[in-house]
């Protein structure tokens, strides 16, 4: 048994599960295939292969099984990840596009489990490596190496980029607040509804090149 997931099941039809059945077409396979729509699954003799969306509790919670694929696991949070893998026996393959350097793919994945347990393989490939793409898909693509350096070095090179818009480039925490560091003053914003309220300390050093906050409240 192989599971397939996306983070939303509305996604399943025009993304993963058209190339599944494009595959299956073009070998020619069809005949020797189960379909069970409701269900999302194909069958060959005792053995199936299902399509789920990780938004469907009874889905992600479900069976356990053999092998198991994400695609697109930079939609899921890491919950949807841990339980989708605690229910996978043997081997758990996910994709992405590395868009964003502290998603949890890395910090939790590539750069602690693949350390502390040694059950990691990372496998950066790009679009040279699909021999699938269209010329008009191709160009695209090499379009940003000369637009916009950050998404080449994600959708061209492979390479972990930055999301856009963020205030703060270089984030980095401290144990303590050292004698050097002059307090400025409070921030506040009050959530509404399920945001969480928050209340911070702002210090500066450096003539205010260099900014400190100290997180005070962070709840609803």
């Known amino acids: 048994m192989a599971t397939i997931g996306r983070k939303f ?18 070998n020619e ?70 868009d964003d350097e502290d998603h949890w793919v890395k910090t939790e994945i590539e750069d602690k489990r693949r350390i502390v347990k040694g059950d990691v393989d990372v496998d950066v490939s790009t679009y040279k490596d699909n021999p699938f793409l269209t ?31 963020r205030v703060f480039d270089t984030i980095y925490e401290v144990d303590d607040i050292s004698d050097d560091w002059k307090f400025c003053g409070h921030g506040m914003d009050f959530g509404y509804t399920n945001d969480p309220t928050t209340l911070v300390q702002m210090f500066e050093r450096n003539g205010g090149k260099e900014i400190l906050f100290d997180e005070l409240i962070y709840e609803t």
Not at 9 to 25: H, P, T, Y
């Open 135 to 165: 010329k008009a898909e191709i160009e695209s693509i090499e379009y940003y190496r000369e637009v916009d350096p950050i998404a080449w070095s994600v959708y061209g090179l492979g390479n972990y980029g930055k999301i856009e818009g």
């Open 29 to 98: 396979w069809w005949e020797y295939i189960d379909h069970n729509k409701t269900d999302r699954r194909y069958y060959y003799g005792r053995r199936y292969v299902e399509f789920i969306g990780l938004d469907d509790p009874r889905k992600l919670r479900g069976p356990r099984r053999q092998i198991g694929y994400l695609n697109e696991v930079n939609e899921c949070d890491f919950e949807d990840f841990f339980q989708f893998e605690m229910r996978t026996k043997c081997r758990l393959v996910i994709d992405f596009n590395p």
């Open 9 to 26: 099941a509305a996604s399943l039809k025009g993304s993963v599960m058209k190339d599944w059945e494009d595959i299956l077409s073009k």
